[in-house]
């Protein structure tokens, strides 16, 4: 069984401060993936991650960055959270094929982040 | 560029009912692969279902069954005899053939009154 975990379901942190949110998957996937979720919007893409040490930037990177040091875990950093970035975080995986979209992605529980 | 609509925002059945939630496309390639993902209360998106752009047959697992139609870019998902284990936020999802970035719609959320 593939399994993504997320270090918090629920983090409550103050405007300005450095926030760190960490998935670990232990499937071995090169792919890894940070999603933010808001009502209306669905799930955008922050950034992904194709193999260590390597990151693409998505669609919302403004405000976040990533570090990936080890195969099986992606990090997303908020290096001066604000209001807005309060929302629902997920993270997924997702291995590597010459058949691109074979699989399927694999999801975390998600962080629901709370910024006052 | 790719996109995914889910016009469906909000959609309340009486438990029995029968649902549809739809799901249009867009993309220029040729080769790609449509999913649906089911997001219950807890958060956690489970997978329902993956299809790939060359294959076109219905299918059905249980309550659920899929409608793919290239002619119209739509993969509509119905759920017939809706449970309130069905209550849940529905995702669709394509991924290029060429890409490893999955594009998502905002999501169809679904009440199933008993």
């Known amino acids: 069984d593939v399994k993504v975990t997320q270090s918090s379901r629920y983090l409550v942190k103050r405007t300005g401060e450095k926030v760190f949110l960490e998935c670990v998957q232990d499937?071995?996937?090169?792919?890894m993936f940070w999603y933010r979720q808001d009502p209306g919007l669905g799930l955008r893409l922050i950034y992904f991650?194709?193999?260590?040490?390597?990151?693409e930037k998505g669609d919302i990177p403004e405000g976040y960055s990533v570090s990936r040091e080890k195969k099986e875990r992606f990090s997303l950093i908020l290096e001066s959270a604000s209001t807005n970035q309060t929302s629902m975080y997920l993270c997924?995986?997702?291995?590597?094929?010459?058949?691109?979209?074979?699989?399927?992605?694999?999801f975390g529980p998600g962080t629901r982040l709370t910024v006052t | 560029a790719q996109k995914v609509t889910q016009a469906q925002t909000e959609i309340s059945v009486v438990e029995k009912e029968d649902v549809t939630l739809d799901c249009v496309y867009e993309?220029?390639?040729?080769?790609?692969?449509l999913f649906w993902y089911k997001q219950p209360p807890s958060g956690e998106l489970v997978f329902l279902i993956r299809?790939?752009?060359?294959?076109?047959q219905n299918e059905i697992s249980g309550r659920y069954s899929w409608n793919f139609q290239k002619s119209t870019s739509s993969f509509n998902f119905t759920i017939t005899a809706s449970q309130v284990v069905d209550s849940a936020v529905y995702f669709c999802?394509?991924?290029?053939?060429?890409?490893?970035?999955?594009?998502f719609g905002t999501g169809t959320s679904l009440t199933v009154i008993p």
């Open positions: 997924a995986s997702y291995p590597y094929s010459l058949d691109t979209g074979r699989y399927e992605q694999y």
């Open positions: 499937m071995d996937h090169e792919n």
């Open positions: 991650s194709y193999d260590v040490k390597m990151k």
């Open positions: 993309t220029r390639d040729t080769t790609y692969y």
């Open positions: 299809r790939n752009s060359f294959d076109e």
């Open positions: 999802a394509l991924i290029r053939d060429t890409g490893n970035q999955f594009y």
